[in-house]
């Protein structure tokens, strides 16, 4: 538990100290356990630093401001109070978002992002759902949002994956589910929704690399990036959870961009 003055966060590492540093970010309703393969696997080559966002598994739970701004000024806070120097940034979903404010908000901190079917972009019939979903979120909390993570994964989805994550949204207090969902997309200055996206992603100046499981949200990333070296890929017939559906293939994908970007800084 690191006392950041703004808030306390369970974080746990793994690493050499002088290696470049990686940083796991889980998203929404989860915690740092879900990257426990993949940190692991990396801790051999990097510096692997895995905080639980504030509001989620063991980190301090605010009443209010549990939001992704706020959580991407607290690992800002945790990068400096580390030492690491400025990390390769690894989100998933909500996770991706807040390492993108991070590179965007505090760019002295990040070297790189890697953004994995990351919580912008939402337009559509999929926009068109936030305020019913937040009603919903705001008056039964976790249960609702269990029902919608329990929809998130592949036919072949690793067995017990789906159940782990059921039970971390349920385990995660109901105002910190309605805020973190506000916060992500209807809040002023929220980005989640495609035009806040777009103009948020023009002033990231980081390279970045983003992994969508949709064509689409692909196709449509690729027509935002503005800074040379980023990429945006695509993994087809995969559910949400794409890292812990593959994790070998997620370890590959870090290991490999996280050598590029610092290869090219020296």
């Given at each position: 538990?690191?006392e950041?003055?703004?808030?306390?966060?369970?974080?746990t590492?793994?690493?050499a100290?002088?290696a470049?540093a990686?940083?796991?970010?889980h998203?929404?309703?989860g915690?740092?356990?879900?990257w426990?393969?993949?940190?692991?696997?990396?801790?051999d080559?990097?510096?692997v630093?895995?905080p639980?966002?504030r509001?989620?598994?063991r980190?301090?739970v605010?009443?209010?401001g549990?939001t992704?701004?706020e959580m991407?000024?607290?690992?800002a806070a945790?990068?400096?109070?580390l030492g690491?120097?400025?990390?390769?940034a690894?989100?998933?979903?909500?996770?991706g978002?807040?390492?993108?404010?991070l590179?965007?908000?505090?760019?002295?901190?990040?070297?790189?992002?890697?953004?994995?079917d990351?919580?912008?972009g939402?337009?559509g019939e999929?926009?068109?759902?936030?305020?019913a979903?937040?009603?919903d979120?705001r008056?039964r909390?976790?249960?609702?949002?269990?029902?919608f993570v329990?929809?998130?994964?592949?036919?072949?989805?690793p067995a017990?994956?789906?159940t782990?994550h059921?039970?971390?949204?349920?385990?995660?207090p109901?105002h910190?589910v309605?805020?973190?969902?506000a916060?992500?997309?209807?809040?002023?200055g929220?980005?989640?929704?495609?035009?806040?996206?777009?103009?948020?992603l023009s002033?990231?100046?980081?390279?970045?690399?983003?992994?969508?499981?949709?064509?689409?949200?692909?196709?449509w990333?690729?027509?935002?990036?503005?800074?040379?070296?980023?990429?945006v890929?695509h993994?087809p017939?995969t559910?949400?959870?794409l890292?812990e559906e593959?994790?070998r293939r997620?370890?590959?994908?870090?290991?490999?961009?996280a050598?590029?970007?610092?290869?090219?800084?020296?």
């Open positions: 538990m690191i950041l003055g703004r808030i306390r966060l369970f974080c590492g793994l690493g100290a002088d470049t990686l940083l796991l970010v998203g929404w309703g915690d740092g356990r879900e426990s393969p993949h940190a692991e696997a990396l801790a080559r990097f510096r630093v895995v639980d966002l509001g989620h598994g980190s301090e605010p009443a209010e549990n992704p701004a991407a000024s607290d690992l945790l990068i400096d109070a690491t120097g400025p990390v390769v690894v989100g998933h979903s909500m996770g978002q807040v390492v993108n404010l590179a965007v908000q505090h760019p002295h901190t990040v070297r790189s992002v890697i953004a994995l990351p919580a912008h939402a337009h999929e926009a068109e759902r936030i305020p979903r937040l009603a979120y008056a909390g976790s249960r609702p949002a269990a029902d329990a929809a998130a994964f592949a036919p072949n989805a017990g994956l789906r782990a059921v039970r971390t949204m349920l385990g995660t109901d910190v309605a805020q973190a969902y916060g992500m997309y209807t809040d002023p929220a980005v989640g929704v495609r035009p806040h996206s777009e103009r948020y002033h990231r100046t980081r390279p970045a690399l983003t992994v969508w499981t949709s064509a689409e949200a692909a196709a990333e690729r027509g935002t990036l503005h800074v040379p070296g980023s990429r890929d993994w017939r559910g949400h959870y890292h593959h994790p997620t370890v590959r994908l870090v290991e490999d961009w050598d590029s970007v610092t290869n090219a800084a020296v």
